[in-house]
């Protein structure tokens, strides 16, 4: 809900400037790919989200999810196998709803985003926890 109402917010005052960023990060997302590390990813993840709530404009929103953002520890699996480019895919689109300053489709895209993660997130998590449960032989 925060990060929907964080791009809801962008969208209405977004820069030509900061959609470059934006541009750039997810042109990082891609080249990174399954080559690179998940410390790379969730360092270009952070600085999309982070750049998106600054440009929300309200301050107490951008520090909370900030602080979320901090608290989130990402699987390593997740920036492997077809889930990675779905991201990527998640992640364009709330750029290309911020770049037609559609606030509607901006929070529509990025709850959409959040949702698919955290099951993307609870999926790995599960696949971890049965695992874990296998008796050694």
Same mark, same amino acid.
């Given at each position: 809900?925060?990060?929907?109402?964080?791009?809801?917010?962008?969208?209405?005052?977004?820069?030509? @400037?900061?959609?470059?960023?934006?541009?750039?990060?997810?042109?990082?997302?891609?080249?990174?790919?399954?080559?690179?590390?998940?410390? @790379?990813?969730?360092?270009?993840?952070?600085?999309? =989200?982070?750049?998106?709530?600054?440009?929300?404009?309200?301050?107490?929103?951008?520090?909370?999810?900030? @602080?979320?953002?901090?608290?989130?520890?990402?699987?390593?699996?997740?920036?492997?196998?077809?889930?990675?480019?779905?991201?990527?895919?998640? =992640?364009?689109?709330?750029?290309?709803?911020?770049?037609? =300053?559609?606030?509607?489709?901006?929070? =529509?895209?990025?709850?959409?985003?959040?949702?698919?993660?955290?099951?993307?997130?609870?999926?790995?998590?599960?696949?971890?926890?049965?695992?874990?449960?296998?008796?050694?032989?």
């Amino acid at each position: 809900v925060l990060e929907g109402l964080a791009a809801r917010k962008a969208a209405e005052t977004i820069t030509v @400037e900061e959609l470059e960023k934006l541009d750039a990060l997810v042109k990082r997302f891609e080249e990174v790919g399954k080559k690179g590390t998940p410390q @790379e990813w969730i360092a270009i993840n952070s600085q999309f =989200h982070l750049i998106i709530a600054t440009v929300c404009g309200n301050e107490a929103l951008k520090e909370l999810l900030s @602080e979320l953002q901090r608290k989130i520890v990402l699987s390593s699996t997740l920036g492997i196998g077809d889930d990675y480019y779905k991201s990527v895919k998640e =992640h364009k689109d709330i750029v290309d709803a911020l770049r037609a =300053h559609d606030p509607e489709e901006a929070e =529509h895209f990025a709850r959409q985003h959040v949702w698919n993660t955290a099951k993307r997130v609870a999926a790995l998590r599960v696949g971890d926890v049965r695992a874990n449960d296998v008796p050694r032989q």
